[in-house]
Nanobody, 126 residues
Framework: QLQLVESGGGLVQPGGSLKLSCSAS????????IAWFRQAQGKEREGVSC????????EYADSVKGRFTISKDNAKNTAYLQMNSLKPEDTAVYYC???????????????????WGQGTQVTVSS
């Protein structure tokens, strides 16, 4: 069974950091691009970041560039999203997803993804 499980969410003050993890089972992360999406309450889900199959190409939404870093550890079959300088507007449920493709072209298109995690809540508030 193909499965993704996110962890690492929580409550953090503005300016703080969190590192999200996305653990895969039933498939190997090095065979697909992996993306992070988020959905704030009352808003549509949006693409945040993507890392290619080989990990040599990454993409970021403009709203998180310079603050978030995506990575993956193929040996652990886990992807990560390091989030620094967090802002209240980063508050959302964060999801990781497995792409049909090996690269991150048009990574924000949800139709590119076949497997989704259950999400982890990130709340940025003082």
């Amino acid at each position: 069974q193909l499965q993704l499980v996110e962890s690492g969410g929580g409550l953090v003050q503005p300016g703080g950091s969190l590192k999200l993890s996305c653990s895969a089972s039933g498939f190997r992360l090095e065979h697909n691009a992996i993306a992070w999406f988020r959905q704030a309450q009352g808003k549509e889900r949006e693409g945040v970041s993507c890392i290619s199959e080989r990990g040599n190409s990454v993409e970021y939404a403009d709203s998180v560039k310079g603050r978030f870093t995506i990575s993956k550890d193929n040996a652990k079959n886990t992807a990560y999203l390091q989030m620094n300088s967090l802002k209240p507007e980063d508050t959302a449920v964060y999801y990781c997803a497995r792409s049909l493709y090996s690269v991150c072209s048009d990574y924000t298109r949800e139709g590119h993804y076949t497997t989704w995690g259950q999400g982890t809540q990130v709340t940025v508030s003082s």
